[in-house]
């Protein structure tokens, strides 16, 4: 299954409208967003952004992040999935999810604690018909990795999504939040994916299937 997923769009209207021309091209059969749609936006702009998606008619599936409101977590939008502590199929490949992010002294719209996303985590994996081969999606990185260090040295992941990942393997994680921590790295068997901000013209590109996956950084 071909998929083209995107991070820390933060309200940037034209790289979602690139994103999704580029969807076209590279004929990609799913859409995931890794949170940040907008930049401290409301509900209704975050909705307006995310019908830009569903143009091509491809499943959407996304988490919210910690600069997107709360209520995102209800939109109510056909082809749209919110994947926060759920569970979902498509192209034979199941996915789950968790969004926000632990609390950042930036006290920013959805943070949540590292105990309700563990249990958030816990649900989603608890709906899953096979887990063999599954795909997690998560706004903040795991913990200790290269994907959540920040520019000062400091490794800000939530714990909770480290400690899942260790105790379920999924196949692969794509993340987000820290924008400057673009790249590739692995937990065990697990391979995680920060494909970088999409509002700096960043995406990733992957193919999974058959317990395999193949993926490729882009710029827009």
């Known amino acids: 299954m071909k998929l083209i997923v995107g991070s820390d769009f933060h309200g940037d209207e034209l790289m979602v409208e690139r994103f999704?021309?580029?969807?076209?091209?590279?004929?990609?059969?799913?859409?995931?967003?890794?949170?940040?749609?907008?930049?401290?936006g409301t509900l209704r702009e975050a909705t307006r952004l995310l019908s830009l998606f569903t143009r091509l008619r491809l499943p959407v599936l996304f988490v919210p992040g910690n600069c997107d409101p709360p209520s995102l977590l209800g939109v109510d939008l056909e082809?749209?999935?919110v994947l926060?502590?759920?569970?979902f199929s498509t192209g034979g490949v199941p996915f789950i999810g968790v969004g926000g992010s632990p609390p950042t002294p930036f006290h920013t719209p959805?943070?949540?604690?590292?105990?309700?996303?563990?249990?958030?985590?816990?649900?989603?994996?608890?709906?899953?018909?096979?887990d063999e081969g599954f795909v997690l999606l998560s706004h903040a990185p795991p913990k200790g990795t290269r994907l959540d260090r920040t520019r000062?040295?400091?490794h800000v992941g939530s714990r909770s999504v480290r400690r899942?990942?260790?105790?379920?393997?999924?196949l692969i994680v794509f993340c987000g939040h820290i924008h400057e921590a673009r790249g590739?790295?692995?937990?065990?068997?697990t391979m995680i994916i920060n494909p970088g901000p999409a509002r700096?013209?960043?995406?990733?590109?992957?193919?999974?299937?058959g317990g395999e996956v193949h993926v490729e950084f882009h710029s827009l």
């Open 200 to 209: 700096h013209g960043d995406y990733a590109s992957a193919t999974v299937g």
């Open 110 to 130: 959805f943070e949540i604690r590292e105990e309700e996303i563990m249990a958030k985590l816990n649900h989603a994996a608890s709906r899953l018909i096979d």
């Open 164 to 170: 899942f990942i260790e105790e379920r393997s999924p």
């Open 152 to 154: 000062f040295g400091l």
């Open 184 to 189: 590739e790295d692995r937990i065990g068997e």
């Open 20 to 40: 999704v021309a580029r969807a076209e091209e590279e004929h990609a059969e799913a859409i995931l967003i890794c949170g940040d749609i907008t930049n401290f």
């Open 84 to 87: 926060h502590g759920e569970a």
């Open 79 to 81: 082809g749209v999935r």
